[in-house]
């Protein structure tokens, strides 16, 4: 079996081994959190491969959202009875490769069943996620997505604008343009306000989130956002919400209906929101543009970083179990599979090979603005500030951090004053993190 990956904190007792079904085959069970259409797509994965050989089947099975998923798969293994695989959201990372004796990494399960996995056949922002200092991958990525921006196109040109500016700074005269014109009671709206209004804004314009190189370099880490220039733009998006430029529309993806309304042009949202944005803008015309940068900061924009999940496979099964996970991954990281995933999901393809077999099938130019999330992430090198985040109890602070910009937006706190309580309350929650794992 698997050397099992070596950490501090300890989810319980090895789960139970093989299975078997009434042919003979070996059962796999998987836990994600893929609901409604999603869901049935996994459930259509699964299916496919389990048509595929006559020697494993692996069967889904949806456990809630993201923090149910994960608490559930947790409080399994605890219990011994977790699946073989489950998927965990990217902030729980942290969280599972500190896990003692409850993982098996990726590296060594592929390696030891005899199946090849090069990291460099993912995307580089995707494999950075996901490795080790070594570069060894820790979990198979699954579903990953990245923030770009949605335009209304028939209000822009009510307005007269032509082009969507690449920089905050031309953003906001744009943003100020559409207002004064009445094309929009609103300019601009951004769902999941931390991870694409901080996270992501840090990592396009190369600036620190945490220290240790975002957590990467050790449980050490503590946040720096209210040290950097993350301060400004958060002033700069709550002086915006004074003038209509941009209006602050709740945590998660709550601000979605402002902009299928009409009341918003611009959305900034996952790209995996692509598919939702086609349904609901049935009455006006729409694009998909990169994430802006602040040319205040920087000539040339750092990638943004992702969002969405990972497969990780627990511990305690038996070789049977781990040669058909082995297996079932070699077949999902395929260029036929991830192409398929990415073109009917809206998250990225993850592989280079699908991306250009995307191209090949002629996708992109079937489906404008697909690949800007691709090109955002794929143009540059990701730097230690663009590579992701490892921070522990992430969850936990994303949620400190919401709180803090609502307080900001609503007036009650300037940007320096949230930021900086955001940070003193995120520090407790990495300082008990490193006490448990370290």
């Not at 393809?349 to 996708?363: C, H, S, V």
Request: with cysteine; glycine share 10%; aromatic share 10%.
């Amino acid at each position: 079996m698997p050397r099992l990956y070596a950490g501090a904190l300890t989810l319980g007792m090895a789960a139970a081994g093989l299975s078997l079904s009434a042919h003979g085959a070996t059962e796999i069970a998987w836990w994600h959190a893929m609901g409604g259409e999603l869901g049935n797509k996994v459930d259509e994965i699964a299916a496919d491969f389990n048509a595929s050989q006559d020697d494993y089947v692996v069967e889904p099975s949806f456990r809630g959202n993201y923090s149910e998923t994960m608490t559930g798969a947790i409080a399994a293994f605890r219990a011994g009875e977790a699946p073989a695989i489950v998927q965990i959201y990217e902030v729980g990372t942290a969280t599972m490769m500190n896990a003692e004796g409850a993982i098996v990494p990726v590296h060594e399960l592929m390696s030891e069943s005899g199946q090849d996995v090069d990291p460099g056949a993912f995307l580089p922002a995707v494999t950075g996620y996901y490795t080790d200092a070594d570069g060894r991958m820790l979990s198979m990525p699954f579903n990953s997505s990245t923030p770009v921006v949605y335009v209304n196109r028939d209000i822009l040109d009510q307005a007269g604008v032509d082009e969507v500016p690449t920089t905050w700074q031309g953003l906001g005269e744009t943003l100020g343009r559409i207002v004064d014109s009445g094309a929009a009671e609103c300019g601009m709206t951004t769902t999941w306000p931390s991870w694409i209004q901080l996270e992501n804004f840090s990592a396009r314009n190369d600036l620190p989130f945490a220290t240790e190189q975002n957590g990467f370099g050790g449980l050490e880490a503590r946040l720096s956002i209210d040290d950097t220039a993350a301060v400004d733009h958060i002033q700069r998006l709550a002086d915006w919400q004074q003038d209509g430029r941009f209006d602050y529309g709740g945590r998660f993806d709550d601000a979605a209906p402002a902009f299928y309304t009409g009341r918003c042009a611009m959305l900034m949202a996952s790209s995996a929101s692509l598919a939702g944005v086609r349904a609901n803008a049935e009455d006006f015309d729409f694009s998909v543009a990169p994430l802006p940068y602040d040319s205040d900061l920087v000539d040339t924009p750092q990638n943004s970083i992702i969002g969405g999940a990972s497969l990780w496979v627990l511990a305690g099964k038996s070789d049977e179990v781990y040669q058909g996970v082995a297996r079932f991954f070699d077949y999902l990281s395929s260029a036929e599979v991830q192409a398929d995933w990415h073109q009917f999901s809206g998250y990225l393809p993850i592989t280079q090979a699908a991306y250009e077999l995307g191209q090949q099938q002629g996708f992109y130019e079937q489906n404008p603005g697909s690949a800007v999330a691709i090109e955002q992430m794929t143009g540059v090198t990701p730097t230690a500030n663009s590579k992701g985040l490892r921070l522990g109890n992430m969850p936990q602070i994303r949620d400190v951090i919401e709180e803090q910009l609502e307080r900001i937006f609503n007036g009650d706190a300037s940007a320096e004053e949230g930021l900086s309580e955001a940070v003193r309350r995120g520090n407790e929650l990495l300082e008990r993190f490193q006490q448990a794992n370290g």
